[in-house]
């Protein structure tokens, strides 16, 4: 009787950025734009020989009423600038950033992975994002220029210009002559020719193919279409369903699309963020995830909250008294600019009756209600509980590994890399050392072939 091999487990870390995530009252609490903060936490992931770490982006302020919203800013830093940096004081962690496809263009964005890739040999990751809002827009004189059903249409065209512009050199265009040892240069190297719909441009790449024959590439939509893009382009997938029965939904739907696209089950990893609260014990664990999600939704932090279903100024209301009696605002919300959330609840009305039903049922007060609705702690308990849990879920084909993300920066992921990463190895889940140079090998992912023969990238003549 054969036995399933185990898998392996894929681990990375996540900074959190600016967010309620982190308990910023918490003496350990550092900086999230200070370079220190960033090194320590990339090299304490390297320590515990995660994948990657990955950074989120931001392009604008978030603002509610009006105002900067307060509760959460503290800077956002260029991200290539940031992955630049860390290059040159880790060896082995991949760096993935979240590059916009909406507020860029295919050439800049393709050659500064290109350039991070060579820079770290062969250690770069593109987490592909779209945006459709005007409020981002407006940062760019591009404010309400792309049709939200649209944004999906430009990102597949820029992914694949992109690539087109990673494989115009296909390895074989430089080579030293036999004898006289000079490099000859082919008249194919860099050449590209684009015409689409949204992107019509024609010329030479100036940045031969890199290390990983292209740098990883990640998704992070979950609609259906954000899905089939998944299944089409990415090499990985950063997801929100850490649960077993929803990850293995997940898990199988976004799997079960690959064939059409030609892809094999392993040439896509499905890796979503996780959060966890660890204790000697597993109650202490409980007891302290209790007190982080105190910490993590104070009663301003609660009103603001409500405020993005509701659309309309609650400041009035006490954050441990009942919900409001008035109904949402229906229609495009106002009060909330920049929230990801506020795109979460599609039917405010619906949503609120379902918050109070809950409310009224547990006596709840509209702190206690955030804090039941919104997202907490994925793992819980003592190390031992922990690599028990997440090794549980990735045998269970609920997930390839998790993007974890600590409530403390830049310190949180330290007990982590101490307690629960020693067990995993124990297991046999997971690495003791690097094996490989690049993050397509940390991933188990193949080098890509280039999309074209060289021969079909001449350009136009002029």
């Given at each position: 009787?054969?036995?399933?091999p185990?898998?392996?487990?894929?681990?990375?870390?996540?900074?959190?950025?600016?967010?309620?995530?982190?308990?910023?009252?918490?003496?350990?609490?550092g900086?999230?734009?200070?370079?220190?903060?960033?090194?320590h936490?990339?090299?304490?992931?390297?320590?515990?020989?995660?994948?990657?770490?990955?950074?989120?982006?931001?392009?604008?302020?978030?603002?509610?009423?009006?105002?900067i919203?307060?509760?959460?800013?503290?800077?956002?830093?260029?991200?290539?600038?940031?992955?630049?940096?860390?290059?040159?004081?880790?060896?082995?962690?991949?760096?993935?950033?979240?590059i916009?496809?909406?507020?860029?263009?295919?050439?800049?964005?393709?050659?500064?992975?290109?350039s991070?890739?060579?820079?770290?040999?062969g250690?770069?990751?593109?987490?592909?994002?779209?945006?459709?809002?005007a409020?981002?827009?407006?940062?760019?004189?591009?404010?309400?220029?792309?049709?939200?059903?649209?944004?999906?249409?430009?990102?597949?065209e820029?992914?694949?210009?992109?690539?087109?512009?990673?494989?115009?050199?296909?390895?074989?265009?430089?080579a030293?002559d036999?004898?006289?040892?000079?490099?000859?240069?082919d008249?194919?190297?860099?050449?590209?020719?684009?015409?689409?719909?949204h992107?019509?441009?024609?010329?030479?790449?100036n940045?031969?193919?890199s290390?990983?024959?292209?740098?990883?590439?990640?998704?992070?939509?979950?609609?259906?279409?954000?899905?089939?893009?998944?299944?089409?382009r990415a090499?990985?997938?950063?997801?929100?369903?850490?649960?077993?029965?929803?990850?293995?939904a997940?898990?199988?739907?976004?799997?079960?699309?690959?064939?059409?696209?030609?892809r094999?089950?392993?040439?896509l990893?499905?890796?979503?963020?996780?959060?966890?609260v660890?204790?000697?014990?597993?109650?202490?664990?409980?007891?302290?995830?209790?007190?982080?999600?105190?910490?993590?939704v104070s009663?301003?932090?609660?009103i603001?909250?409500?405020?993005h279903?509701?659309?309309?100024?609650?400041?009035?209301?006490?954050?441990?008294?009942?919900?409001p009696a008035?109904?949402?605002?229906?229609?495009?919300?106002?009060?909330?600019?920049?929230?990801?959330?506020?795109?979460?609840?599609?039917d405010?009305?619906?949503?609120?009756?379902?918050?109070?039903?809950?409310?009224?049922?547990k006596?709840?007060?509209i702190?206690?209600?955030?804090?039941a609705?919104?997202?907490?702690?994925?793992?819980?308990?003592?190390?031992?509980?922990v690599a028990?849990?997440?090794?549980?879920?990735?045998?269970?084909?609920?997930?390839?590994?998790?993007?974890l993300?600590?409530?403390?920066?830049p310190?949180?992921?330290?007990?982590?890399?101490?307690?629960?990463?020693?067990?995993?190895?124990?297991?046999?889940?997971?690495?003791?050392?690097?094996t490989?140079?690049?993050?397509?090998?940390?991933?188990?992912?193949?080098?890509?072939?280039?999309?074209?023969?060289?021969g079909?990238?001449?350009?136009?003549?002029?």
């Amino acid at each position: 009787m054969s036995t399933k091999p185990l898998k392996q487990i894929h681990l990375a870390a996540h900074f959190p950025g600016v967010n309620n995530t982190t308990v910023w009252s918490d003496p350990a609490a550092g900086s999230h734009i200070d370079f220190d903060s960033f090194v320590h936490f990339a090299q304490t992931a390297e320590r515990a020989k995660f994948d990657f770490l990955f950074l989120a982006e931001g392009l604008r302020l978030r603002e509610q009423g009006g105002k900067i919203y307060d509760l959460d800013v503290v800077g956002r830093p260029d991200t290539f600038t940031v992955l630049a940096a860390l290059a040159a004081v880790t060896e082995h962690l991949g760096l993935t950033g979240t590059i916009n496809s909406t507020f860029n263009e295919p050439y800049e964005v393709a050659r500064q992975f290109a350039s991070l890739d060579h820079l770290t040999g062969g250690r770069a990751a593109w987490n592909v994002v779209t945006s459709w809002d005007a409020f981002t827009g407006e940062n760019f004189r591009r404010g309400g220029f792309l049709p939200r059903n649209e944004r999906y249409t430009r990102a597949r065209e820029f992914l694949e210009t992109a690539t087109e512009l990673f494989d115009s050199w296909d390895g074989t265009e430089i080579a030293a002559d036999p004898v006289t040892g000079v490099f000859l240069r082919d008249a194919r190297a860099g050449a590209f020719a684009h015409h689409g719909r949204h992107f019509d441009i024609e010329g030479r790449f100036n940045v031969p193919r890199s290390p990983q024959g292209r740098p990883v590439v990640f998704q992070a939509g979950d609609s259906d279409e954000g899905r089939e893009f998944a299944a089409a382009r990415a090499d990985a997938v950063f997801g929100r369903h850490a649960t077993l029965q929803e990850g293995r939904a997940f898990y199988a739907d976004v799997k079960g699309r690959l064939a059409r696209h030609g892809r094999r089950h392993e040439d896509l990893k499905i890796l979503p963020a996780a959060t966890f609260v660890l204790g000697d014990t597993d109650a202490e664990a409980r007891e302290l995830a209790h007190e982080v999600r105190r910490l993590q939704v104070s009663g301003q932090t609660a009103i603001k909250y409500l405020e993005h279903v509701w659309n309309r100024d609650l400041s009035g209301h006490d954050p441990d008294g009942p919900l409001p009696a008035t109904d949402p605002v229906p229609g495009e919300n106002t009060v909330a600019l920049g929230r990801a959330s506020v795109r979460q609840f599609r039917d405010p009305l619906a949503t609120a009756r379902e918050w109070r039903a809950l409310a009224e049922a547990k006596n709840l007060s509209i702190r206690e209600l955030v804090i039941a609705v919104t997202a907490r702690q994925t793992f819980v308990g003592s190390a031992a509980t922990v690599a028990g849990a997440i090794d549980t879920l990735v045998q269970a084909d609920a997930a390839d590994g998790f993007i974890l993300v600590p409530h403390l920066t830049p310190g949180g992921l330290d007990v982590f890399a101490d307690t629960v990463v020693p067990l995993l190895q124990e297991r046999g889940v997971f690495r003791t050392e690097y094996t490989g140079s690049t993050l397509r090998e940390h991933l188990g992912l193949a080098v890509p072939q280039p999309v074209r023969p060289a021969g079909d990238r001449q350009p136009a003549a002029r």
